[in-house]
């Protein structure tokens, strides 16, 4: 079975400045994607960016890029420039064969002005 | 730009009584899904259907849940008999390949409340 770690349940950031969530996973399947969703307020799910395994060079997203590390199972988001519309409740997630979506518990991003 | 829509935004039932969510997937899309998140807690996979059968279920999907797709554009979550611990917000996706490639598309969500 998947499964999806996010062990920080906070962040803050300062406006402008830079943050990392982390997400660690297990999973026994040889193909998969990763994921960040995001979720304001409203609670609707935004895809922010994904991950192939397949892919060694780490997917970027304008401000939002992320750092696969395969061999330790790491797959962490990096916020640049930080902004308001940033805060929001950020998931990580693994999708495999079936592409059944498995997600971490989240951590919520606090933006400072 | 095509979006994934859930009917109602809010429904509030009685303990035991059968609910229906609603949702309306992408048009070209071919697979579907279900989520539910319970407050403060995280998003969990409850079923997703492909060419009118379940293609796989989690635990969370007992005998009480059903999905149906009833006509060409609807795809509904049937809970028989609801409880209290059913109260969560209920997410339909969609997605146009059932493979892990296949970008998953959600709605805005039904938010249950169960009294």
């Known amino acids: 079975a998947q499964t999806v770690t996010q062990s920080q349940p906070e962040m803050s950031v300062q406006e402008a400045e830079t943050v990392t969530l982390s997400c660690t996973y297990d999973?026994?399947?040889?193909?998969?994607?990763l994921f960040w969703y995001k979720q304001p307020p409203s609670r609707q799910m935004i895809l922010v960016i994904r991950?192939?395994?397949?892919?060694?060079q780490n997917a970027t997203e304008n401000r939002f890029s992320v750092n696969f590390q395969k061999a330790a199972k790491s797959f962490s988001l990096k916020i640049s420039d930080s902004q308001l519309g940033d805060a929001a409740m950020y998931f990580c997630?693994?999708?495999?064969?079936?592409?059944?979506?498995?997600f971490g518990a989240g951590t919520i991003l606090r933006v400072k002005s | 730009e095509p979006e994934v829509t859930q009917t109602p935004s809010h429904q509030v039932t009685q303990m035991g009584q059968e609910v229906i969510l609603r949702c309306v997937p992408i048009?070209?899309?071919?697979?579907f899904y279900w989520y539910r998140q319970i407050l403060g807690q995280k998003v969990e996979f409850l079923v997703s259907?492909?060419?009118?059968?379940?293609?796989?279920k989690s635990e969370i999907f007992d005998d009480q849940f059903s999905v149906e797709r009833p006509d060409g554009s609807n795809f509904t979550l049937k809970i028989r008999s609801t409880k209290l611990e059913d109260s969560a917000m209920y997410f339909c996706?969609?997605?146009?390949?059932?493979?892990?490639?296949?970008?998953?598309?959600f709605g805005p969500g039904t938010r249950l409340t169960v009294l």
């Open positions: 997630a693994h999708a495999g064969y079936g592409n059944k979506l498995v």
């Open positions: 996706a969609s997605s146009e390949t059932g493979l892990a490639a296949g970008e998953q598309f």
């Open positions: 999973t026994s399947e040889s193909d998969y994607y």
């Open positions: 048009s070209n899309h071919l697979y």
């Open positions: 259907f492909y060419n009118n059968e379940i293609s796989e």
């Open positions: 991950q192939e395994a397949y892919k060694q």
